[in-house]
């Protein structure tokens, strides 16, 4: 029995540690491959007027800052877009499946009949989703990327600042920068 359970004991730290990516991204990396992501998902479907509903790509904490410091704080940015609902909701629901899988993600879809949604898990992000049936009856589009190295806060403010000097960053691509008005 003892001989049992440390082999089913090895095997379960042997997936754990298999499903650790082998190279670690950059949190900036996580970035464009959600925006990528979300944009390359959007023109599988035969739909217009995407728009990003949350404005752009933002960081997030991914560990309580109480039990880290800023100096081992990790982040992950998420992104979405959002569009007027297709008419065919299950054929883009499959689309959306095959796109995802052939980039090597795990998906799932639910309520796969009737204004199904679709979840990804892997391949070039954390997770995805993609919900026919999103508020408004819009279309939206998500996803997250894995946990890097970074403190969120610092990230969004100095996105925030290369914005403030013109600049156009991934998930940019369809909001409206107000222009500071004259003194």
Known sequence: MAAASALMMGMTITACAEKEPSTAISVR??????????????????????????????????TPESSHGREDATASYSYDRWAPQGTDHVEDAKRVAEYWESLGMTVRTINPTKDPVVFGEGGPVLRAEFDTYASDESYSIGATAPCSPGDAWTLNEEDSAERDQGKVLPGDEGLVLQEEPPL
């Open 29 to 62: 990396e996580g970035r464009d491959r959600v925006v990528e992501l979300v944009f390359n998902t959007a023109e599988q479907l035969d739909v217009t007027g995407w728009w990003p509903r949350n404005g752009a790509a933002w960081a997030q904490e991914c």
